[in-house]
């Protein structure tokens, strides 16, 4: 599969801080590649360099295999980017906005009027086509934002944080209109500092920190990188200090917690750790209501890497 | 793709509430509120000529040319005023105990009114004032270049015998019902002048829209692949329709529902308003591009320099004259001046020359201020967006 994106040793400081430190990444057709980081650590930098939007220090951006520039034309046909922010115009209906943007990309009146009802269609919209921003709700209006950024069809999608601060219903039904968008050919950097939904839609995970790339595979091969084989989860109503002391010498324990009636053990390896824990409760009598296991998240992934959560 | 954003960008100009307020309300609000309160003047039956104090002393004598223009005002049966000549106690006297409506007078070479109140006869004596005081200016110029041409031969007594001349001319448009009202006709003028200068709020929120450093609406047209000059070019155009259309409907506005008399020049009128909502949409271009603050920031940037326009432009009064005096270059460089200034030499002069000048004036201004903003606008790439 050939690659979409090239970027090599991209570099962008702000005054004396270095916002993206020689970042080098490339980008495969029709996969799903997740920025991940914190506020701050670059990936909205980064996607704005790709963009050409930004000036940059240092690097080389190929974009189907052309330099990226302002005036690459062709190229940006190709692209759609769903922002951050909220950029709509609040004079426009709904159909109004996503037939505005694109009609910056489509010429052809019959063709775009089809994709702004592809593009309703994909996020939800049809029964809103009529009213204005400020009469939906925080929710719609994201998904305003993603039919404004999508609705030419491009091959490449940028999506910047396109769910923050939106209610689960729409999340849905963002993400599943992100699948489809996939599924329908296009290649999408998807920019986000929701592991969730990292781990749902991508198919490739790069973690940003500082400006830098500090993990980069899949899901799985990044939860390898941890250290941690299981969490397991318990809640307990009391807990001795010597009831506490005596789940570290459970085989293959790592770490043990308790905190607020729960108690959490890692596990560093090994299969059966859950039946091991419910053995040794039963063994010492110790009243349990609840018990579960969890497999290491991309957040444990990044704890390990950097010693800070990834919502710091 | 041009037609498509200029198509969109009226649509949503059109639809913005505060940019339709400041572009076209507010103007009108104001014609309204200037054509009440000159009602009285339009009306010259209702128009008595009211008492004065004129304060003669060796500085008012000294100017010659205005002391003559005033004695014309003052005389006859066509007189706006009947002029009582006191020194300045008693003059202030006789304003305090409300027997004179106000009282003119010179000191330092220049003319100054002192009034108690704000009614129409205030208004005419301190307008008429600042208009023969300014009309008295150019014929001392004149007198003194001809002089100096004539090598010093030029007799005082015809410089007041023209002075006497310009004043009769002035004085029918005044008293004449084809023609009412000249001082009040210059209000007007200003008030033209300032909705084309609030222009600049429109084509400063169309730049706005086209550029990702400003807004995030821009960086999703700056991805687009449309050219910049097309997106910038079809939104100020956009933001110039609406101003010129504004502009056109207050002017006839004024002209057939208020009655303001713009004699037989509704052509150059109108070329004149045309020029100069483009200085102003290029003005706002300009402001746009140079400085990165949010729309409503620039609506008050706007607002203000528009606001010490007209008052340079003698929209709150005689500060005209004063300007004219103290910096002379300032009404040069003024668009709101130049666009007052064109009005009123088509009111008053046969001559197009200071016209010409003023439109003129316009258009290079307009033109400088197009190319500063294209300089910046040439191959931007931003360091933070």
Redo the contacts between chains.
């Keep these: 599969m050939k690659n979409v994106i090239e970027v090599k040793h991209l570099t962008k400081s702000y005054k004396q801080n270095k916002a993206v430190d020689d970042l080098s990444l490339a980008v495969k057709e029709g996969e799903i590649l997740g920025l991940l980081g914190p506020n701050g650590s670059g990936k909205t930098t980064t996607m704005n360099c790709i963009l050409s939007l930004l000036k940059y220090d240092a690097g080389d951006i190929k974009i189907f295999g052309k330099e990226m520039a302002p005036d690459a034309y062709d190229t940006k046909a190709k692209i759609g980017v769903v922002f951050q922010e909220v950029a709509v115009f609040d004079e426009l209906t709904v159909y109004g906005n996503i037939d505005y943007f694109c009609g910056l990309y489509i010429e052809d009146k019959a063709t775009r009027a089809q994709y702004v009802e592809d593009a309703l269609k994909l996020v939800g919209l049809e029964e809103n086509k009529n009213q204005y921003p400020k009469q939906l709700s925080g929710g719609l209006l994201r998904r305003l934002n993603i039919a404004c950024g999508i609705a030419h069809k491009p091959k490449l999608i940028f999506l910047d944080e396109p769910t923050v601060a939106v209610d689960p219903q729409s999340r849905n039904n963002i993400l599943e209109g992100i699948k489809k968008l996939r599924d329908d050919g296009a290649t999408i950097i998807y920019t986000t500092h929701y592991m969730e939904e990292v781990e749902i839609l991508c198919d490739r995970v790069i973690i940003l920190d500082h400006g830098k790339i500090i993990a980069e595979g899949t899901n799985d091969e990044l939860k390898a990188l941890a250290k941690i084989e299981e969490k397991v989860t318990v809640e307990v109503a009391e807990l001795s200090p010597k009831q506490l002391s005596g789940f570290e010498k459970i085989k293959n324990v790592d770490s043990v917690s308790y905190e607020e009636g729960a108690l959490k053990v890692v596990f560093g390896k090994g299969k059966n750790n859950l039946a091991e824990m419910i053995e040794y409760l039963k063994a010492n009598r110790i009243n349990y209501s609840r018990i579960f296991a969890e497999r290491p998240t991309l957040n444990d992934v990044f704890l390990e890497l950097t010693g800070k959560e990834l919502r710091d | ?1 041009f037609f ?2 200029y198509k ?1 960008a009226l ?2 100009l059109l ?2 509430k505060a940019l339709v307020f400041w572009t076209l309300a507010f103007p009108f609000i104001l014609a309204i509120f200037f054509n009440l309160a000159f009602a009285r003047l339009h009306d010259y039956d209702q128009f008595e000529p009211f008492d004065i104090a004129i304060v003669r002393d060796d500085a008012y004598n000294n100017e010659q040319t205005f002391a003559a223009a005033f004695k014309t005002l003052t005389s006859g049966d066509e007189r706006m005023f009947k002029a009582k000549y006191v020194d300045f106690d008693e003059a202030d006297k006789m304003l305090d105990e409300e027997k004179v409506e106000g009282i003119v007078y010179v000191k330092d070479g220049q003319a100054h009114v002192k009034i108690k109140g704000n009614g129409t006869n205030q208004t005419v004596l301190k307008m008429t004032t600042e208009q023969v005081a300014q009309m008295s200016g150019m014929i001392d110029d004149i007198a003194d270049a001809e002089q100096q041409r004539a090598g010093g031969t030029l007799n005082l007594i015809e410089v007041k015998m023209k002075a006497a001349e310009i004043v009769q001319n002035a004085q029918p448009k005044i008293s004449d019902d084809s023609h009412v009202m000249n001082v009040v006709s210059i209000e007007f003028f200003t008030l033209i002048a300032m909705a084309c200068m609030q222009g600049a709020m429109l084509s400063s929120e169309m730049l706005n829209r086209c550029l ?1 450093n400003l ?3 821009g ?10 000059s097309v997106v910038v070019l079809s939104n100020l155009l956009a933001g110039y329709t609406m101003l010129l259309g504004s502009v056109i409907l207050l002017i006839l506005f004024m002209r057939f529902v208020l009655g303001v008399d713009f004699g037989d020049n509704m052509g150059l009128i109108m070329l004149l308003a045309s020029i100069g909502s483009l200085t102003a949409t290029m003005f706002g271009m300009l402001l746009a591009v140079m400085f990165k603050m949010s729309d409503n920031a620039k609506q008050v940037v706007v607002l203000i320099i528009t606001m010490v326009g007209c008052l340079f432009a003698g929209m709150f009064g005689g500060m005209k004259i004063f300007f004219d005096e103290a910096c002379p270059w300032m009404n040069k460089i003024n668009p709101v001046g130049l666009i007052t200034d064109g009005f009123y030499s088509l009111l008053y002069y046969d001559d197009m020359t200071r016209f010409i000048v003023n439109a003129l004036s316009l258009v290079a201004l307009a033109a400088i201020f197009f190319v500063l903003s294209v300089r910046n606008l040439r ?1 931007a ?5």
């Design positions: 793709m498509h954003n969109y649509k949503t639809k913005n990702p807004s995030h609406r960086k999703r047209v700056a991805i687009a692949p449309t050219k910049k191959r790439r931003y360091d933070s967006v």
